[in-house]
């Protein structure tokens, strides 16, 4: 079974601070997703992986960077959290960005900045 | 860019009975692909069922069917035999083969015993 790991299941940080959240995957999938959930928005990209090293921005980049040094890890980066970034993000992986491809997800990071 | 519409919000179905979950979408895409994920309360979203656009058979997973009308970009999703278990949130997603998935807003079902 694939299974997507995050760092943590809850996180509490202050305006300003510097925040890591971290994303591993054990299928050795090329591609790697970052996505924010908010009530009655759904998900929401913020940035996706498909190699080492490479990024594209998705539908809500702005406040946020990204990190793939290594195949299975995929980090999210608020560079200076904000109280709109207050939410649940979720990390997911595929073999393939498109197509028929299932996404698999992990179990969450809810965020809250104070 | 695609849009994904789920016009209900929260959903309840007593437990045995059958329900159907509503999805619209817009694209101008001839070509595509699309999704119901369910995530159960505090557990990590999974796959339900998936639909290829060019294929005209409806997809059927066990108790899980869709409705795929292409001419009018629907796809509900009916969940037949409702189960506890089935309580969840559940998302449509569309993708064009591309990149990027596009969810809709989500469906909150509650299954009642």
């Known amino acids: 079974d694939v299974k997507v790991t995050q760092s943590s299941r809850y996180l509490v940080k202050r305006t300003g601070e510097k925040v890591f959240l971290e994303c591993v995957q054990d299928m050795d999938h090329e591609n790697m997703f970052w996505y924010r959930q908010d009530p009655g928005l759904g998900l929401r990209l913020i940035y996706f992986?498909?190699?080492?090293?490479?990024?594209e921005k998705g539908d809500i980049p702005e406040g946020y960077s990204v990190s793939r040094e290594k195949k299975e890890r995929f980090s999210l980066i608020l560079e200076s959290a904000s109280t709109n970034q207050t939410s649940m993000y979720l990390c997911a992986s595929s073999l393939q960005a498109g197509g028929p491809d299932e996404q698999f997800f992990g179990p969450g990071t809810r965020l809250t900045v104070l | 860019a695609q849009t994904v519409t789920q016009s209900q919000p929260e959903m309840s179905v007593q437990e045995a009975e059958t329900v159907t979950l509503s999805c619209t979408y817009d694209?101008?895409?001839?070509?595509?692909?699309l999704f119901w994920y369910k995530q159960p309360p505090s557990r990590q979203m999974i796959l339900v069922i998936r639909q290829e656009a060019y294929k005209q058979q409806n997809a059927t997973e066990n108790r899980f069917s869709v409705n795929f009308q292409k001419a009018a970009k629907s796809f509900s999703l009916k969940i037949s035999d409702s189960q506890l278990g089935d309580t969840a949130m559940y998302f449509c997603a569309y993708n064009n083969a591309g990149n990027m998935l596009t969810f809709g807003g989500g469906t909150r079902l509650m299954v009642k015993p």
């Open positions: 694209t101008s895409e001839n070509n595509y692909y």
């Open positions: 992986s498909y190699d080492v090293k490479m990024k």
